[in-house]
């Protein structure tokens, strides 16, 4: 690939750009190497455009610049828009390839699912053969930055989608051209930008906008809004299923092990767990299976994969404290679906319980009734304590009383947490949105036991 039939592909010919080779391309000019694409975007914080020299010092082939002012040499390129000139280059990129291309979206669970299918397909057909966006990485500038990573030797491709809007998905979907298509479930996540449910399941089904009707799209059937979504595209796209009676079904068993069991084409697989874990990942375990199955994984890399499994850190990630006292670390983020999760997952343990709750965000005109919503269910179905953190948790106290306490920063959980917790047996779940950085009161808790120690 070189610049000229790149340019050519953008509809941006000119004939003083010298011919050069390509070679993937970077947002950030420290990491650029030999021969890839530099896109200086200009940011809150930072403008790229003030990183160019760098750029080429450290091996740049172009730059693109949506400020004309920058434009000094032949080299660097003026676009209108620099998000749709790097999808657009992304599209270019991969239409030089042919791995088989997963895509999973959901409003729970897509990080920890496409880490896990990428760890079941690594250790099936070796790592190196196996590329998936790094992390979170999932909007229209990560995606395609990942894209742009992509090589010849790459057989599998495992990229999930992240949204703020309608259309974003759809943008990926077609750059991507997915074979394997997942939605985990239709959550509120985001229900403040596109304001309501339904408008969030238009733009999780946009996931099949790139798909053609040989491609599957897996769904779980106990979501309840997987029906409306079969009904929409059935007559479009293969679609499996996992869930109780379906196609893939999973159940789990505490005895003197955690036992896990999939049944697949009416073949029982188990497995035993290093942890409890609750339900949603379960089903994250049940789509990866139901993955496996299909692209013909051997049973044995699909068991060592599950049965090695472990959560990444603020997805209920166990921290051991003491002897006595643990964290589910589930701090990472929240909706109304995860809260809900994450409430069945800390009843499942058998000691005193507290949840430290920070508020979550994005709901928009939603944010009161959602929060009363979770304090009905927290009236319902948990007897242990609830320390608040934001002004929308102080709706749990008219309905919790006595079991509940609002704090205003990090420091009051601390105290709070301090003198309820003394000479118990514990369990201590932290969950909320991002913007309650409750990850900051994790490490103070677990360097306070650390230093008693």
């Given at each position: 690939m070189n610049t000229k039939k790149l340019l050519n592909y953008l509809e941006l010919e000119n004939s003083s750009i010298p011919n050069i080779e390509i070679n993937g391309g970077q947002i950030d000019s420290r990491k650029i190497r030999e021969g890839e694409i530099f896109f200086a975007y200009k940011g809150n914080n930072v403008d790229g455009n003030k990183?160019?020299?760098?750029?080429f010092k450290n091996g740049a082939s172009i730059v693109f610049t949506s400020d004309i002012l920058f434009t000094?040499?032949?080299?660097?390129?003026?676009?209108?828009?620099?998000?749709?000139?790097?999808?657009?280059?992304?599209?270019?990129w991969l239409s030089h390839f042919n791995p088989i291309k997963i895509a999973i979206t959901g409003s729970n669970g897509k990080t920890t699912l496409k880490d896990t299918v990428t760890k079941i397909l690594e250790r099936e057909f070796g790592k190196n053969l196996v590329i998936a966006n790094q992390g979170n990485q999932n909007n229209q500038i990560g995606v395609p930055l990942n894209i742009l990573k992509l090589?010849?030797?790459?057989?599998?491709a495992v990229f999930e989608f992240g949204m703020n809007s309608l259309g974003e998905i759809s943008t990926l979907s077609k750059i991507l051209k997915p074979n394997y298509s997942v939605i985990t479930n239709i959550g509120t996540a985001h229900i403040g930008e596109l304001g309501s449910q339904e408008n969030i399941l238009k733009a999780k089904i946009e996931i099949v906008d790139g798909m053609d009707s040989k491609g599957i799209l897996l769904l779980d059937k106990e979501d309840k809004y997987t029906n409306k979504i079969k009904s929409l595209l059935k007559e479009k796209f293969i679609i499996k299923d996992i869930g109780s009676t379906?196609?893939?079904?999973?159940?789990?068993?505490?005895?003197?092990?955690i036992f896990y069991k999939l049944q697949y084409n009416e073949k029982n697989f188990e497995f035993v767990l290093k942890k409890q874990y609750g339900?949603?990942?379960l089903k994250i375990f049940a789509f990866s299976g139901l993955l496996a199955f299909i692209l013909n994984v051997k049973k044995i890399n699909l068991k060592k994969t599950i049965e090695s499994f472990l959560p990444l850190e603020g997805r209920q990630k166990i921290i051991k404290l003491s002897k006595?006292?643990?964290?589910?670390?589930?701090s990472y983020n929240a909706n109304y679906e995860s809260m809900i999760a994450a409430i069945n997952y800390l009843n499942t343990f058998e000691n005193y319980k507290i949840i430290v709750f920070g508020e979550i965000g994005e709901l928009g005109k939603y944010s009161k009734q959602i929060h009363l919503k979770i304090a009905k269910y927290l009236h319902k179905n948990f007897t242990g304590i609830v320390i608040g953190f934001g002004l929308d948790t102080q709706v749990f106290e008219t309905l919790l009383k006595d079991n509940f306490f609002y704090t205003q920063n990090h420091e009051q959980i601390l105290e709070k947490l301090h003198s309820i917790t003394r000479k118990k047996s514990c369990t201590l779940l932290f969950k909320g949105s991002r913007l309650n950085k409750l990850d900051i009161v994790i490490k103070k808790?677990?360097?306070?036991?650390?230093e008693k120690i």
């Open positions: 990183f160019i020299d760098e750029a000094k040499n032949n080299r660097i390129i003026f676009v209108k828009n620099i998000t749709n000139c790097l999808l657009k280059v992304a599209e270019f090589k010849k030797k790459h057989k599998f379906d196609l893939v079904t999973a159940k789990w068993e505490i005895q003197n092990k339900k949603h990942l006595t006292m643990s964290i589910i670390d589930d808790l677990a360097n306070h036991y650390k």
